[in-house]
């Protein structure tokens, strides 16, 4: 039947200041080759600002779905390039995926049209290399950009840090957002006064202070809730920019074909001194990231006897120790999202439940002493402890399950 889909693809690398290539552009020359053909048009497929080096795309996974369900009979590009940039997965559904599904494949000004044997058709596969080599030396020139501007202090990056807003005369300078830098503030000093990154995140909640993502209008599974996540404060709290040094190159994607993001080492990061305006100043920077590493050395080293081994009998999530005057075990699910009901309050005192559990353990094993944290994990499994506070133990040897009176 010759049920054609038109597929056009335009990225902003493409475009390089040029029409040519635009997608009206690219739509009224496939239309107009359809027509004269006397084909008949399925649908046409766009992907505007996406890249060829991936086929992650939501038209083209749309026209790939319709090829499957029987659908289409021949697909149209405007060159090679248009399909995609990547000479191996490109080659891969010229020279596989559309002959299994009986798709003839046509690309315009390449000649390439696969119901006929034609020698344009042979060229496909060097014509694809090159169109991969171009994306690798577009993407060795934008880097190369990119990190002339990062050594020369300027902010390259999407979103500037909360506190933080783009200048108006120049979107390389950051500037003082004068409503978020409030809350920055606010957290380093709560933090300067002896608070935990947990409660500075459960005070900013209960104050109802908007999170970054209420602010900046993202959308966030729990933004709509006001929710502020330890996390956030803990990443605002250990950024350098906001002691005025311009910090980038944290990370870098694994190359030009793949979105995932690693990080790199400290030693690649670019830093540039006094770029913009500071709001902590560096000598209270460092001191509190001197506190956060003294926090979690002495978190790791001063373990309590079943830290890791108490959950929750609802969400199934370990229990956390709040660890202050009186310790206890709180489900965490509760704790950061008791507004959206997620779970309700479990929670254990430590003392009780170590002087408890280690009654039972030295009935059952006739030891007098059990104090040592790795004999605890080889003797139980798993504890698990119910809203009304009743508490099951999991051992690892003759007794399965047993519930000591709490």
């Not at 109802?208 to 209420?214: G, R, V």
């Not at 206890?328 to 959206?340: D, E, H, I």
Request: overall charge positive; charged content about 25%.
């Amino acid at each position: 039947m010759n049920r054609v889909a038109i597929y056009i693809r335009l990225s902003k690398e493409d475009l390089n200041g040029s029409t040519s290539e635009s997608v009206v552009n690219q739509k009224s020359l496939l239309t107009k080759y359809v027509k004269d053909n006397n084909f008949v048009l399925f649908d046409t497929y766009i992907d505007d600002g996406y890249s060829g080096t991936n086929f992650d795309r939501p038209a083209f996974k749309k026209m790939i779905k319709d090829i499957e369900s029987n659908l289409i009979d021949v697909v149209i590009v405007k060159d090679l390039s248009r399909l995609g940039r990547d000479y191996i997965k490109t080659g891969e559904y010229i020279e596989k995926w559309f002959p299994i599904h009986n798709i003839r494949f046509i690309a315009l000004l390449d000649g390439i049209d696969t119901l006929y044997d034609l020698s344009s058709n042979e060229m496909a596969p060097f014509k694809s290399v090159i169109n991969d080599m171009y994306s690798r030396d577009n993407s060795k020139k934008i880097k190369m950009a990119l990190r002339t501007k990062q050594e020369d202090g300027k902010w390259v990056g999407g979103c500037p840090p909360f506190g933080y807003m783009k200048d108006e005369n120049d979107k390389n300078h950051l500037i003082i957002n004068k409503e978020e830098v409030v809350i920055v503030k606010k957290i380093f000093s709560l933090f300067l006064k002896g608070h935990s990154i947990n409660y500075i995140a459960n005070y900013l909640s209960k104050q109802n202070i908007p999170t970054p993502s209420i602010i900046r209008g993202k959308k966030s599974k729990y933004a709509s809730f006001g929710i502020w996540s330890p996390i956030t404060i803990k990443n605002i709290l250990t950024n350098e920019l906001y002691t005025g040094n311009m910090v980038q190159n944290r990370r870098k994607k694994v190359n030009y074909k793949i979105k995932k993001i690693i990080k790199n080492d400290r030693s690649s990061w670019i830093v540039v001194n006094n770029t913009h305006e500071a709001i902590i100043s560096e000598k209270e920077f460092d001191l509190v990231n001197k506190l956060l590493k003294a926090n979690n050395k002495l978190l790791h080293h001063n373990k309590r006897l079943f830290e890791g081994l108490v959950y929750c009998s609802s969400c199934n999530k370990r229990l956390i120790l709040q660890k202050g005057k009186y310790e206890y075990f709180v489900c965490n699910t509760y704790r950061k999202y008791s507004r959206l009901g997620l779970c309700t309050n479990h929670s254990i005192s430590n003392d009780k439940l170590e002087y408890e559990i280690l009654s039972i353990l030295k009935k059952l094993t006739n030891m007098e002493n059990i104090s040592d944290r790795s004999l605890i994990i080889k003797l139980i499994n798993k504890i698990v402890v119910h809203e009304d506070k009743e508490v099951d133990v999991y051992f690892n040897f003759k007794s399965p399950v047993l519930s000591p009176s709490m």
